[in-house]
C-alpha cells in the first residue's frame, strides 16, 4: 500500500515562505507524476503544480507561476513544494498526490494516491 505524508504546512503572514515535503512509501512505489492540489472551504480541489518523476519536467497553475517551485528527490521518495510570496488566496489545505499513470496531468482524478493534506494558512 503506498502512502503520502505531508509536512510543513501552518500559519505565516502575506510574504512569507513556507516549503511543504511529501514523504513517499510502499512496498513498491512506482509514481510516473506527483503533484501538489490544494483545496480552500467551500472550493473544489484544485491542481497547483506537477512534475514528472523521470525527467522533472514541471507544470505549474497560473495563480503560482514564479512564485512556487515543485521538486523531487528520487532516492528519498520525496516531493517538495517551495512557495514564495505567499497570499493570503493561498490559504488552503494542500495535498500531495501520485499517479501511476499519468506523468503532467492537472486533474485530480487521473491520481490514484493522496495524501492527508496539511493546513496552510496566509494572514494579511
Known amino acids: 500500500q503506498v502512502q503520502l505524508v505531508e509536512s510543513g504546512g501552518g500559519l505565516v503572514h502575506t510574504g512569507d515562505s513556507l516549503t511543504l515535503a511529501c514523504a513517499a512509501s510502499?512496498?513498491?512505489?512506482?509514481?510516473?507524476?506527483m503533484g501538489w492540489f490544494r483545496q480552500a472551504p467551500g472550493l473544489e480541489r484544485q491542481y497547483v503544480a506537477v512534475?514528472?518523476?523521470?525527467?522533472?519536467?514541471?507544470y505549474y497553475e497560473d495563480s503560482v507561476k514564479d512564485r512556487f517551485t515543485i521538486s523531487r528527490d528520487d532516492a528519498k521518495n520525496m516531493l517538495y513544494l517551495e512557495m514564495n510570496n505567499l497570499k493570503p488566496e493561498d490559504s488552503a489545505v494542500y495535498y500531495c498526490a501520485a499517479s501511476t499513470q499519468f506523468t503532467l496531468s492537472p486533474i485530480s482524478k487521473n491520481y490514484d494516491y493522496w495524501g492527508q493534506g496539511t493546513q496552510v494558512t496566509v494572514s494579511t
Open positions: 512534475i514528472s518523476w523521470i525527467g522533472g519536467n514541471t
Open positions: 510502499g512496498p513498491t512505489f512506482r509514481a510516473r507524476g
